[in-house]
């Protein structure tokens, strides 16, 4: 299928340019086993170790390793110790009763894991969330686009409709962000001044929604019926559909058998989603036209728009920024001056704006930014399908793999492969920087898809890419233009960190 232009053009839209700055903190080169990769002689075939156990007991002590035991990680890690492979058979939650086949392979490094971006070999129907999906009850009956594979004829109908929405607003995403973030930024600083610290991701969620609903819609949440309720709503209705992977610290026992066994019922998020869908129909009549002149339902259009702002976007901000705000806040001062420095010289440069051309002139503001998508990308978990039998290789061996088999990435330990990145589990602030930093980007993957590709009607990489990082940047541009450095506290919440602010020191230059 044709590739759709992007409408958000970054630094990396076609021909990435180099991100350069002389900064000392660039790990050396690492040794990439691309080309070589294709001159050696295959790798030797070997059986995919490990085992899914007894039906019923074996995912129930899997999940019971994954969600309390072990936790995420240590539950990848350790079994790639057990099976010394990447590359191995395992059970994913919620399984029984919510979802019938809990069975995955699991594809654990960078150089197996890209095969769940390609859709020639893998289908992407219905497995958004995994191995179970979520009432359509939740999204007015209709399968959403994140949903479809691109094979259905619904997803190219609908992500053009996407990439039309982006595009149509893109004047209005950096003032809109600017005015929002500036609203947060200046009630931190007081609650900060009052009570000496201020949560961030609390702030955030307003910050954000607002920003959304003001750009994408021209519409303020705070003059509508939602009023500031807005991320009360969607956190509730997330939560009933993400509950079965997610851990809420309730009791062991309680919080396994009422969220992890069965599914919560849709009806009593029905309200609150009304109130959504409301909102975004009576401000979204320019793309509800462009739907119908695309043969989609103004109805269908308007449930897609929710979730992808409300799901896709919202919730991709409320996960990132304040794990964004945890790395730079622990990347400490010294980085801390080096960013206000770049920033506020290409914005007086530019004349006192923040504009486009101004931000490809901070070239470690960018690598920071690719650098926080790295190591802990924000969504983390992905799943294909086999469409046919097919070999998927690891660094060290061949896999036979079944047609119909789920494939399971992991994304962090893809993209903190030791065999790709130097210093993986390190957070280096220039590591994207100059021509050897900027070949990285092809394993930077949290846009489903490697940095240095573009979404297409005919992939499931993210719509929002380019503005996802836009805005990821001009969060840190923000932060910079107003503040010499900050001080933070980290504790932990079942969707991303628990950031709160104990200081914001004002610019002084
Ligand atoms: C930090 C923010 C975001 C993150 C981390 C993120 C991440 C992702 C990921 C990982 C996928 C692929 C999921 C899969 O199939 O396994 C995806 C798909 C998608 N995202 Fe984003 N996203 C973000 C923001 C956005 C925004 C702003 C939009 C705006 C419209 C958006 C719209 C979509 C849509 C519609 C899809 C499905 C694409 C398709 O079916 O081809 N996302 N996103």
């Known amino acids: 299928m044709a590739a759709t232009p992007l409408t958000f053009p970054t630094s990396l839209h076609r021909r990435p340019r180099p991100v350069t700055a002389s900064v000392s903190e660039r790990p050396s080169p690492p040794s990439l086993p691309s080309t070589k990769d294709q001159t050696r002689p295959k790798l030797p075939i070997r059986k995919i170790p490990g085992d899914h ?5 074996g995912p129930f002590r899997d999940r019971n390793d994954y969600f309390y035991n072990q936790g995420r990680d240590e539950f990848f890690k350790s079994r790639i110790l057990k099976h010394r492979s990447t590359v191995y058979r395992t059970n994913l939650p919620p399984g029984p009763f919510i979802a019938q086949n809990p069975r995955v392979v699991t594809l654990l490094d960078g150089k197996s894991f890209p095969v769940l971006f390609d859709v020639s070999k893998v289908e992407k129907k219905d497995l958004f969330t995994g191995t179970f999906m979520p ?4 999204t007015g009956g209709y399968r959403m686009l994140s949903y479809l594979d691109p094979s259905e004829p619904n997803h190219g109908k609908l ?12 004047e209005n995403v950096i003032p809109e962000f600017r005015s929002a973030y500036s609203e947060m930024f200046d009630s931190l600083e007081k609650e900060i001044a009052s009570k000496g610290k201020a949560s961030f991701g609390l702030a955030n969620d307003q910050a954000a929604f607002n920003f959304l609903a003001r750009s994408l819609y021209g519409a303020k949440p705070a003059e509508s019926k939602l009023g500031l309720d ?6 509730k209705w997330v939560l009933f559909q993400l509950a079965p992977l997610l851990v809420l610290g309730l ?21 609150d989603y009304r109130l959504l869908y409301d909102f975004f129909y009576a401000n979204s009549g320019f793309v509800l036209e462009e739907a119908e002149r695309l043969g989609i339902s103004r109805e269908e259009a308007c449930h897609n728009l929710l979730f992808a702002t409300c799901f896709n976007s919202f919730g991709g901000m409320k996960i990132f920024f304040p794990n964004m705000m945890k790395w730079i806040g622990r990347a400490g001062v010294g980085i801390h001056t080096r960013l206000a420095g770049e920033i506020r010289s290409a914005y007086r ?15 470690l503001m960018k690598s920071v930014v690719y650098e926080c998508f790295r190591i802990e990308p924000p969504v983390p978990l992905q799943y294909g399908k086999a469409k046919r039998d097919m070999v998927i290789e690891s660094h060290d061996a061949a896999f036979e793999v079944k047609e119909g088999e789920m494939l399971f990435g992991y994304q962090p330990l893809a993209t903190k492969d030791p065999r790709i990145f130097e210093r993986a589990e390190e957070f280096v602030a ?3 920087l100059g021509e050897e930093g900027e070949k990285l980007l092809k394993h930077v993957l949290w846009s489903n898809g490697p940095e240095d590709e573009s979404p297409t009607v005919g992939n499931k990489q993210c719509v929002g890419k380019d503005f996802v990082v836009l805005v ?3 969060l840190v541009v923000e932060l910079f233009l107003r503040y010499d450095s900050f001080d933070i506290q980290v504790g932990a919440s079942p969707l991303g960190a628990a950031v709160t602010l104990t200081s914001l020191k004002k610019a002084t230059f």
Request: overall charge positive; charged content about 25%; glycine content about 8%.
């Open 349 to 363: 440069e530019s004349g006192g704006e923040v504009t486009m051309a101004a931000m490809e002139r901070m070239p």
């Open 135 to 138: 009432s359509t009850e939740l």
């Open 251 to 271: 009791p062991k026992l309680v919080e396994d058998l009422v969220i992890h066994t069965f599914r919560l019922p849709p009806f009593l998020v029905k309200k």
């Open 53 to 57: 156990g007894i039906p019923l007991i």
């Open 159 to 170: 992500k053009q409709l996407m990439f039309f929405h982006l595009k149509s607003r893109r």
């Open 430 to 432: 220039g590591r994207f």
């Open 472 to 474: 990821a940047r001009l």
């Open 230 to 235: 807005g991320p009360k709503l969607i956190g």
